[in-house]
């Protein structure tokens, strides 16, 4: 499938755009230099949906109404089957949009929208400590090149039919920045922490899903293709200049202290405590979660499989602050 994405950042006063970046797959003819300095005004249905905070998603782009006019026009021009369109957002502020478009072949964008939705939040992330508008247009540059990386690194997702995608990703990250908060970590490793936790499982987007949600065991040789993972998606994050050690917290999220965890039975300090963290969270978040292959685990329970793995699988006192996290009444993941 031919596929083309692209980065569109408007001026100050919303009343220009501009494609900011371009990546073509093999065989497409780039529209970048074309595409500088437009009115907003060529996408009037566009600029609605955007500023609402709405993706736009056309499989069939000949199926577009009377509303989507001019839009349906400009699309059909350039060939384009199906079109996503993500707003972007600093500060609740519309600051451009991330657009995929294919041609010659219609594509159902489905699972996809959240990564997409997850690359704005990586960009939005960034870029929240700025104060002013002057200062976050500045920083937006600045970030600019990590982001492109980013969407280098994951454009190959876009042709994966089923992705995983659930909200466990954002829930693990909820409670492992909990826990770092309550071991008293600086800002910064907290900022490390969420970003990791909500990567930590993108290398599941390699695996079959008829083996990830398996109802029955799992054999040997599924079990071992399942702990890949780590690795495939350590592996991509390693392409992206993070300020942080992103895909090494990735890839140790399952070592355990004593060394029976996985991919390379890491032991005590070898292990990262932003990973030991993420790993804590991810084992009480998939405990607490139904699961295809079994019911939800109650929260006795869990606690005490924690107090079992304290100072043997992890620190205890990450295990401490995590269990009393989970006893404070109003935690929720929700």
């Known amino acids: 499938m031919c596929v083309v994405f692209y980065v569109f950042e408007f001026d100050l006063d919303h009343q220009t755009m501009s494609n900011t970046y371009e990546w073509c797959k093999h065989g497409i003819e780039p529209a970048i ?7 907003v005004d060529i996408f009037p249905w566009w600029m609605i949906k ?27 021009e350039q060939n384009i089957k199906s079109v996503l369109v993500v707003p972007m957002h600093v500060n609740q502020k519309l600051v451009g949009f991330i657009g995929f478009d294919t041609v010659l072949k219609h594509k159902k964008f489905q699972d996809e929208i959240y990564l997409i939705r997850m690359y704005s939040e990586i960009v939005g992330y960034a870029l929240e400590k700025q104060k002013d508008e002057h200062r ?34 954002k829930r693990v990250s909820k409670l492992a920045v909990k826990i770092a908060q309550k071991l008293g970590l600086t800002q910064d490793h907290q900022e490390a922490i969420g970003m990791a936790s909500l990567l930590h ?13 398996k109802p029955g065991q799992l054999t040997h040789a599924e079990f071992e293709l399942i702990k ?55 084992m009480v978040e998939s405990m607490l979660s139904f699961k295809p292959y079994r019911p939800s685990i109650d929260k006795e329970t869990t606690i005490h499989h924690l107090n079992q793995a304290k100072g043997k699988h992890y620190r205890e006192d990450i295990i401490k602050a995590c269990i009393d996290i989970l ?3 109003h935690f929720t993941f929700d």
């Open 33 to 39: 230099d074309m595409l500088q300095n437009l009115s």
């Open 50 to 76: 955007l500023h609402q905070n709405e993706v736009i998603n056309v499989y069939d782009v000949k199926d577009m109404d009377e509303h989507q006019f001019s839009e349906k026009n400009i699309l059909i």
């Open 136 to 169: 976050i247009l500045q920083s937006l540059n600045q970030v600019k090149a990590t982001f492109h990386q980013t969407i280098e690194a994951f454009s190959s997702f876009l042709e994966i039919s089923d992705p995983y995608t659930s909200g466990h990703q």
């Open 201 to 213: 499982d993108l290398g599941k987007l390699y695996i079959p899903l008829q083996i990830l949600n």
């Open 228 to 282: 890949t993972h780590v690795t495939l998606g350590a592996q991509v994050l390693s392409k992206i200049d993070f300020p942080w050690p992103i895909s090494d917290m990735v890839l140790q999220h399952h070592e355990k202290l004593d060394g029976s965890g996985y991919p390379y039975g890491l032991k005590g300090d070898e292990i990262l405590i932003e990973a030991q963290i993420i790993g804590v969270a991810d």
């Open 327 to 329: 006893n404070q009444t």
